[in-house]
């Protein structure tokens, strides 16, 4: 048997060894694209750093360092509601701002140089955000250091319980009673030491991950499908069979490979999940204990944080092959090709309803926290602590857990034996159902386009890639500071041509500034004269300093007004043009990596279908022939990749008119700012216009490469992979962060509105 092993390991490795690669990558994407951070959520650097600056400090200090920032976030947001009231230029926006300056003026001095130095974030980009972010980390901490206390009140429920018992004799035969006992003994002698508390969003990313769970699960379906559904449909188990100890060596062979394989898989994809959590957020020291991660402060195992994961590991690998296992006994006993995915995915379904619908308090909590997806992700298993009522006796769920995995392993191993040696079924007959569909041969390209999207399912890729970036553009969130909200009502209240109104008030805004300013001046100099104190003057000083609060933001009122003297050109409200072309916010990059991957894996089996079934020479004897066949299916796919890359605009247009007007269409566009060296004078909504053709043709370029490569190498998965490599590989390394690796690709010809200096 063991020398079939490695026998079996290679039909898997040759038939499914592409797909396992494909689902590593598959997993990467998503857990980067689904973990990846809005604008108004902190980045995931932040915890890193965050981490890195708490790691030095005790327990105690880590709390008062955390509310000493946000005891300066409330000083910052006094000063900028001050200045937001101010802002409104009413009598009740000044009523407001001098009744917070009366009463808080000792805060509002000591806070508004730093408000107005602007360099007051350490880890976020708004004080809105850098709230809630220290927020959860202060939540997580207090959560930790209190465990000192947890650990107390345990073991005074414990004392309370005696203390009754005294007087009730019966009250210790309940469940109740049972329960506290048995967690004072689970619990006894536990205490912070060894504690070193770490943020906890690092082990999320690298241990808890919904997609690749999926994907796992998906990898075990392929193994089962690899090792007995195809050997079945070929009748090799007939021959297998009827060699000497053919069942059990056989049968043994395929299971120790499934088991390997399940191992291998499950470090593959959680070792990924693992780098990448390590490289953005940081994971803290694995020697620390469990109990270092609020979300496990109460579970009672002795263990490091290193042994968490490895006991992660093991569990996960062991109910995946189970699962595998399971779904052989399916296979073995069905005749019929869809049972397995059919069995398996309805034993999924029934096991997810019953993990989120069966009530935490309720008799049948065990289905619930011990269902397939409960122990798959074993994060409340070892992280966690539960008592089930079984006849009012408790019994842990860790060892629950334990006893139903082995018990299910047991049995299903056993299934997959017994069903094998009796052999009844070991062949699969084919169904095949037919389903009414339009006839598409009537045109040529037709039939390409339902070639190339449904039987090729490149409309699936299309709508799956399309759905993501919409989920990315359109959920896109954007933050407005109390200065962007002052520069976007005035420049709202002058757009358009320049005019006599609109020139008198900018000057007179401008004058507002000049006089502050002089005033500010002229008091430095009574100070440095003597003819008034210190204190005196700076209480002078501090309403002028209000008024000048958005003098770096009229800044930019003053930069579009001369250049409107100038050169006789329009105002313009820009900062939404400032996030549509890219050159604020994330720009293209996310984008162009999603439409990447779209035009890859959608076309990469175009070509290489015929040769799968050896079309061409039929198609080359043809009226048509094989010219008239290569130019329909470059034109369906012309059709797509127009379309796909076109509609990212509509969903980047629709979400930032929502934040940011998005006026003055017919002005040029050599009337905003960031193009004011543009040489070529164009409406903005033709310059939007060939963005978009450019963009088109951009991707025109990658799926003209991506046809002459299949066509070269004659092979879908080997184009996959080559193109890839080729153009998916550099837009990946910039997202994470290696800049220059965008410049070996097409990203600067897509995104030349947002990378090229104009002028």
Request: aromatic letters at 12%.
């Amino acid at each position: 048997m063991i020398k079939q092993i490695p026998f079996e390991l290679e039909k898997i490795l040759r038939k499914k060894g592409l797909l396992i690669l494909l689902l590593l990558l598959i997993n990467v994407f998503l857990v980067w694209y689904f973990n990846k951070p809005s604008e108004l959520e902190p980045s995931l650097s932040a915890y890193k750093a965050v981490s890195r600056d708490l790691s030095a400090l005790g327990a105690e200090e880590q709390i008062e360092y955390l509310n000493s920032i946000l005891e300066d976030i409330d000083g910052l947001n006094t000063v900028e509601t001050v200045t937001n009231f101010q802002l409104q230029n009413t009598d009740y926006g000044r009523e407001m701002a001098e009744h917070i300056l009366r009463t808080q003026r000792d805060i509002y001095e000591k806070y508004k140089d730093i408000y107005a130095a602007g360099d007051y974030l350490r880890y976020t980009n708004s004080l809105k955000t850098e709230r809630a972010f220290i927020e959860e980390i202060l939540a997580e901490c207090e959560t930790v250091a209190d465990y000192d206390n947890y650990i107390k009140s345990i073991e005074d429920n414990k004392n309370l319980l005696n203390g009754v018992s005294i007087f009730h004799k019966n009250e210790g035969n309940t469940f109740s009673a049972r329960n506290i006992e048995k967690s004072f003994y689970d619990h006894e002698g536990m205490t912070a030491k060894n504690i070193c508390f770490a943020p906890s969003r690092g082990v999320k990313i690298a241990s808890q991950s919904l997609v690749t769970d999926l994907l796992l699960v998906l990898a075990v379906f392929l193994f089962a499908s690899g090792l007995i559904s195809e050997e079945k449909e070929k009748g090799l188990f007939y021959i297998t069979r009827a060699t000497r100890g053919g069942v059990a060596k056989s049968l043994g062979a395929k299971l120790a490979a499934m088991l390997i394989c399940c191992f291998s898989v499950t470090a593959l994809l959680f070792g990924a999940n693992f780098i990448y959590a390590e490289v953005t957020t940081g994971i803290c020291d694995l020697s620390a204990s469990l109990q270092s991660i609020s979300d496990f402060t109460e579970s009672n195992l002795r263990i490091t944080l290193g042994e968490y994961f490895l006991l992660r590991y093991l569990i996960k690998s062991v109910v995946l092959f189970t699962f595998g296992a399971a779904l052989w006994a399916v296979a073995i006993v069905s005749s019929r090709g869809f049972v397995l995915p059919l069995c398996g995915v309805g034993f999924l379904a029934l096991n997810y309803a019953a993990y989120i619908f069966i009530p935490a308090y309720s008799k049948f909590a065990p289905l619930k926290y011990l269902s397939f997806w409960g122990l798959v992700d074993p994060k409340d298993l070892l992280g966690g602590y539960l008592n089930f009522n079984i006849n009012e006796y408790p019994v842990n769920r860790l060892t629950l857990g334990i006893v139903i995995i082995a018990v299910c392993l047991a049995g299903a191993v056993a299934a997959a034996f017994i069903l094998f040696a009796k052999g009844r079924r070991l062949e699969i007959r084919r169904v095949r159902i037919v389903f009414p569909l339009p006839a598409f041969h009537g045109r040529l390209v037709l039939h390409e386009a339902h070639k190339i999207l449904f039987t090729n399912r490149a409309a699936a890729v299309l709508l799956i890639f399309l759905l993501l970036i919409g989920y990315g553009d359109l959920g896109q969130r954007y933050t407005i500071s109390v200065g962007e909200e002052y520069y976007r009502n005035f420049m709202l209240s002058v757009e358009g041509k320049l005019t006599d109104e609109s020139e008198e008030k900018i000057l007179a805004e401008n004058a507002r500034y000049e006089n502050a300013f002089k005033q500010i001046e002229l008091i430095e100099k009574m100070i440095a004269s003597g003819e008034i104190d210190r204190a005196e003057g700076e209480q002078l000083k501090s309403a002028y300093q209000a008024q000048t609060m958005f003098y770096p933001y009229f800044t930019r009122v003053m930069e579009q007004y001369d250049h409107a003297k100038e050169h006789g050109g329009t105002l313009i409200y820009d900062t939404g043009y400032g996030y549509l072309f890219g050159r604020r916010g994330k720009g293209f990059l996310t984008d162009y990596l999603l439409l990447t991957l779209c035009v890859v894996f959608a076309f990469s089996n175009v070509l290489p279908i015929e040769e799968r079934y050896s079309s061409w020479n039929l198609i080359s004897a043809t009226a048509k022939g094989k010219r008239k066949i290569i130019i329909s299916k470059i034109a369906v796919c012309t059709v797509c990749v127009t379309i796909t890359a076109a509609l990212p605009w509509v969903f980047r247009i629709s979400s930032v008119s929502k934040v940011f007007p998005l006026g003055v269409w017919a002005g040029s566009v050599s009337d905003l700012p960031m193009y004011f060296d543009l040489a070529l004078n164009m409406p903005i909504r033709v310059f939007i216009t060939l963005m978009i053709i450019l963009q088109i043709l951009t991707f025109m370029i990658v799926m003209g490469a991506v046809l002459l490569i299949s066509q070269r190498l004659k092979n879908g998965a080997a184009t996959l992979f080559a193109c890839l490599a080729f153009f998916a590989v550099p837009p990946t390394l910039a997202v994470m962060g290696i800049d220059f690796a965008k410049w070996f690709s097409l990203y600067p010809l897509y995104a030349l509105s947002s990378v090229v200096k104009f002028g």
